[in-house]
Nanobody, 128 residues
């Protein structure tokens, strides 16, 4: 069992940067691949980024590639999403999730159904 808690969201201007954090509980945090998803009002939840359990491989949605960077510190049970050059389209609730089965890396990392544990999310609002 892993409990996840996101933080770092806020209200920013277009072009600004923001860093989200996802802190996990439990000694097994380092054994999970982790992902970020987001959901804007009236839209489906979508994949944003993922990082494998070691932290040496990342995957990104095309819409954020080159602007967002996902990283993790297993010693601190924390994953980060550094977001640069934010756009109004990035406005959403960002949620982190943990993927237990390594066989799904990387082919399944964009699929919500493959993740085992989810946080509650943090709101990011980008004003244009």
């Amino acid at each position: 069992q892993v409990h996840l808690a996101e933080s770092g969201g806020g209200f920013v201007q277009a072009g600004d940067s923001l860093r989200l954090s996802c802190v996990g509980s439990g000694r097994t945090f380092g054994g999970y691949s982790l992902g970020w998803f987001r959901q804007a009002p009236g839209k489906e939840q979508e994949f944003v980024a993922a990082i494998n359990y070691i932290g040496d491989q990342q995957r990104y949605a095309e819409s954020v590639k080159g602007r967002f960077t996902v990283s993790r510190d297993n010693d601190k049970n924390t994953m980060f999403l550094q977001m640069f050059n934010l756009k109004s389209d990035d406005t959403a609730r960002y949620v982190c999730a943990a993927l237990r089965d390594h066989r799904w890396w990387p082919v399944g990392v964009s699929l919500r159904s493959k993740y085992d544990f989810w946080g509650q999310g943090t709101q990011v609002t980008v004003s244009s």
